[in-house]
């Protein structure tokens, strides 16, 4: 599908710089926020929406995998989108139908409606989010100033889950489930007319959409998160789980074969053919992996084991969200001090140690004992690596293709969580039906006969039983996430070769720094003067 001619013939609008950086990053990060915490802010609100809208257990789990499949699935095509058509314009469009789904998900009377407006919510969300951060390169110069706006926005892209369960619980609580959605009316609105205001519009660079390849790939990552999800409540030897691992691989395999054809493909293969760059993609895709395994497994075990309530639960995860914040702020700083490796090294080493902590969970773990210190390692490295991650990401990228290098790192994090979450479910499920197995014989050998006929009648045991069942899975998941973890830690000691100084704009901060005692002092946060504006190759260098 061909961009629109009076599109692909409109001069471009020059990327400008604004006079109020701040406020252009607070609509940028603010938006990423809303994307993000989006992903765990329903999971508190879950038995809500299931008893309001009588969703069976497994159809309670595609609440959150709607969102999360058309959200990594589309980001690719979200990014190609803002290059081509103007990524400020898109970004609004964006916002605007991720607001708009929002509404319909608050109002929802079926289940039906409402996986359908998470879906959308998806979609909205795969087409600002890319274009977000790719914005950042478009606003903010080269260097240090565009570092610690990359810093903001990883602390927000990093933070966000832990702060939508805190948010969840607190509307749960407070009001309903349906304010999980709601409050993204308002926030959305704002962004919608704050950013025509505050922030540039980038170059657009006529082309055409790959729609066989977003289909392809969304379709494909959906089939194979089915699959690991049916082989946790089925078996791997079931028909329809085999059907979708099978549709998965043509899928995909479709999509390489097609990726390789086309003139403008959705995701420029080329842009593996970078060592750093493609090493930085499977890193986030590990790591988004065990990251999505903490959010979702310590939720699962301070409600049900430590009785934690839906607002006592998000409070919970506070120390996860400012570990990152400040982590991530740090490493914004230092980046052309000390190099990006030693954060993705430090920073892999604490989230493995943090998901090693994680494994040694039993009945006897309190949230100060085994909850506590491993969420705050986790948080402290998670918050290390995000910075690096988005400079190699963007480094060396013409122009043209920033929106696909952003939408990729964007998808990695997105899939790798989905896909990582659906293997580590698997591996609870079955973790938990062969504990099950041998804690009802344990629980027959001890119980009245009254118990005895209660277990048969409805099948389920009572604690203390059912408790080690669900704390065994949830050690034995954690081994899966340690094995994710491993991998992004040999990944940043083995394959990624960076240095310090080949961070884009690492030469004109050096000769800033030496010319700085004789030049009048930078405006405060490292806005530019009036009228000054960056090259487009400082924008996507």
């Not at 969840?168 to 489930?177: R, V």
């Not at 990624?496 to 901060?509: H, N, T």
């Amino acid at each position: 599908m061909a961009s629109s001619p009076a599109l692909a013939k409109a001069p471009p609008a020059p990327a400008r710089r604004g006079q109020h950086p701040g406020i252009a990053l607070t609509v940028i990060a603010a938006t990423q926020l809303m994307v993000v915490l989006d992903i765990t802010i329903v999971n508190i609100a879950l038995p809500h929406i299931q008893q309001a809208l009588n969703f069976s257990t497994t159809g309670l789990s595609w609440v959150i995998n709607a969102y999360t499949l058309t959200f990594g699935g589309l980001l690719l095509l979200g990014g190609r989108m803002g290059d081509i058509l103007g990524r400020r314009r898109v970004f609004i469009v964006g916002v605007l139908l991720f607001s708009f789904a929002s509404l319909l998900g608050g109002v929802a009377t079926s289940s039906w409606w409402l996986l359908a407006a998470r879906s959308l919510q998806g979609v909205g969300g795969a087409i600002a989010s890319p274009t977000a951060l790719a914005l950042i390169a478009t606003n903010f110069k080269e260097g240090p100033e565009r570092n610690r706006a990359f810093g903001v926005f990883s602390a927000v892209a990093g933070a966000g889950g832990a702060i939508g369960l805190l948010a969840g619980g607190m509307l749960t609580s407070w009001l309903s489930w349906r304010w999980v959605f709601f409050v993204n009316v308002p926030i959305g609105i704002a962004i919608a007319v704050l950013a025509p205001l505050y922030i540039n519009e980038s170059e657009r660079h006529p082309g055409r959409f790959d729609l066989a390849g977003a289909f392809t790939a969304t379709l494909g990552m959906v089939s194979l998160v089915f699959g690991f999800i049916r082989a946790s409540e089925h078996g791997w030897s079931d028909p329809l789980t085999l059907a979708s691992f099978g549709a998965a691989l043509a899928l995909l395999l479709i999509f390489l074969a097609n990726e390789q054809r086309v003139a403008q493909p959705i995701t420029p293969l080329h842009l593996f053919r970078n060592r750093n760059r493609s090493g930085a993609y499977a890193m986030m895709l590990c790591l988004a992996a065990a990251m999505f395994s903490i959010f979702f497994f310590i939720t699962l075990f301070v409600q049900e084991i430590l009785g934690f309530s839906p607002l006592k639960a998000g409070f919970a995860f506070l120390p996860i969200s400012l570990a990152i914040i400040a982590a991530a702020q740090f490493a914004a700083r230092s980046q052309f001090r000390f190099g990006p490796k030693p954060f993705m090294v430090v920073g892999s080493i604490l989230v493995t140690a943090g998901v090693l902590w994680s494994t040694r969970i039993d009945l006897q773990t309190t949230y100060a004992s085994g909850v506590l210190g491993p969420t705050i390692l986790f948080g402290l490295g998670m918050g290390s690596i995000f910075v690096p991650l988005m400079l190699i990401a963007v480094s060396r990228v013409a122009p043209h293709e920033t929106g696909a290098a952003t939408g990729m790192l964007n998808a990695t994090q997105q899939v790798g969580g989905s896909l990582g979450l659906s293997i580590l479910v698997t591996v609870y499920g079955t973790a938990s039906r062969n504990e099950a197995s041998s804690q009802v014989g344990k629980f027959l050998a001890q119980a009245s006969p009254a118990e005895a006929a209660r277990f048969k009648a409805t099948g389920q045991l009572p604690p203390p039983y059912s408790s080690e069942v669900l704390v065994h899975g949830i050690s034995q998941a954690f081994y899966m996430g340690l094995v994710f973890a491993a991998m992004a830690m040999v990944i940043a000691l083995f394959v990624i070769k960076v240095r310090k100084e080949d961070l884009p704009g690492y030469e004109a901060s050096e000769k800033a720094e030496k010319a700085e005692p004789a030049e009048e002092p930078a405006p405060a946060g490292g806005s530019p003067p009036a009228g000054e504006a960056p090259s487009t190759g400082e924008a996507a260098a």
